[in-house]
């Protein structure tokens, strides 16, 4: 059969604990935070953010240096570069990064400074991209796609696990549809259905999939009701002057209210 079958909870029964050591780990019945800004922009954004972080004991940040954008003269990311010193800077002080990788050139000069290649919803259905994750030992963050089914991000991560690496987590980060009224609609129904069908973490990200800073943390909130083993979200010293994506930025006091907010929703499931 052509069918997904090592992702699918009928071959593997436990949930897959993905470990970062230092008692660190991705697993079901936990809940996984993962904030920071949409780009990595300079040092003083980095170390704000970490402090933001540490105080609130997130120990994981996210931030691109490869940026995927619809515009070509838009922020890029600061590439390589960039990504030693936000890797330097956040082992530092124990925290792991999550950033994204956009082809398969850039996995062997990221992997030193990564702790988690993050796969962009632009390149879910990549299949080389896949295929050469499937081979490096790091973990990874395998978003939806765009326009993808549930069945189609299974089918992507069959690529990544069958070919060995099996440190993988998934990502719903909204779909597009008719509605316009945001810019993607977060698919909830993925959380339970993806719960069912695979062993991997379901992580959510509902910056991307709402797209409106005011409706990220009700989102992230229903996202934890709903099953996710953990939240990915932007935030931002200064939202509003992000290098990318700041309408969906949360400001630091706002991380910090929906940090304790997903703690006591998380304690009610
Ligand atoms: C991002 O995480 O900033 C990003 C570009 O996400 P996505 O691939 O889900 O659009
Ligand atoms: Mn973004």
Redesign the pocket.
Known sequence: SDDYRLVSRKWKVNPTVIDFGDGLTVQEGDLTIMAGP?SIENEDQIEKTIQHLVANNVRFMRG?VFK?RSSPYSFRGLGLEGLKLFYDMCRAHGIKIVT?VMQVSQIAPMEPYTDVF?V???NTQNFNLLDELGKVDKPVLL?RGISGTIDELLYSAEYIFSGGNEKLMLCE?GIRTYETASRNTLDLNAIPILKEKTHLPVIV?PS?GIGIREYVEPMALAAIMAGADGIIYETHEKPEEAAS?GAQTLSFSESERLIRKMQKTFELR
Do not use: F
Request: one cysteine or more; glycine letters at 16%.
């Open positions: 949409c691109g995927p994204e993050q962009g919803a632009r978003k980060r990200d991307h994506d």
